[in-house]
């Protein structure tokens, strides 16, 4: 009750978490992944944001798509921390698509009032070069287009090391969560405001 009232009054910020599996602390307790160790720095450094995590393991940008106006309306989020497309790469799916996917998002965020950080990442060269190639110019592509900041690679601290990866290999392990809190913090930060400011005080 008491958070519920804190709240109301003090209509604390919200970051929307919008990506897959890498977000959604797959195969991991939910408090182990990089958005719930966000949610730990914000607070412990005076950020007066709430974070909202709507990833859900398994999704692509297509179904992200279909997703997020309601996640948009439901939450009001002052930033969209956008991380989908790596299913979409491991499936194969025409770039082209991934690219006006994602594109649709980021503009369904903006017109609804949010700012967003694009989070890209990288695939294995499974379809061949030219693939991978194409893949890869989405998220750099989209940032230049719309003005964003763009965390290059998600997985670029833990993708090398098995020590910091699941057995699958695709998903990082809990102890590699925090690298990826500090591969996305540097990118996000100069978007934040501490909460004294947003209270007025």
């Given amino acids: 009750m ?5 709240n109301a ?8 978490v919008f990506g897959d599996s890498l977000s959604a602390a797959h ?11 966000l949610g730990q720095r914000l607070e412990s450094q005076g950020y007066g944001y709430q974070i909202v995590n709507a990833s859900v393991s398994g999704e692509t940008s297509g179904g992200g798509a279909e997703r997020l106006p309601r996640a948009l309306q439901l939450h009001h989020p002052d930033i969209v921390i956008l991380e989908l497309g790596a299913n979409d790469g491991l499936r194969g799916l025409p770039p082209a698509g991934t690219r006006a ?3 649709h998002m980021v503009q369904l965020s903006q ?11 990288r695939i294995p060269p499974n379809y061949g070069a030219r693939y991978t190639d194409e893949f890869a110019h989405i998220f750099p592509d989209l940032a230049a287009q719309f003005h964003l900041p763009l965390v290059p690679f998600l997985l670029e601290k833990v993708a090398l090391n ?3 990866m699941q057995e699958d290999g695709l998903h990082p392990n809990a102890q590699g969560q925090p690298l990826l809190l500090d591969t996305v913090w540097p990118y996000l930060k100069p978007m934040l405001n501490k909460k004294a400011s947003a209270e007025g005080t």
Avoid: C, D, K, Y
């Fill in 2 to 6: 008491f958070i519920a009232l804190h």
């Fill in 9 to 16: 009054v003090a209509a604390p910020r919200t970051i929307l």
């Fill in 27 to 37: 195969g991991l307790r939910p408090e182990q992944g990089w958005v719930a160790l």
């Fill in 101 to 103: 996917n994602l594109a």
């Fill in 111 to 121: 017109s609804a009032g949010a700012r967003v950080m694009l989070v890209g990442i």
């Fill in 162 to 164: 098995p020590a910091l």
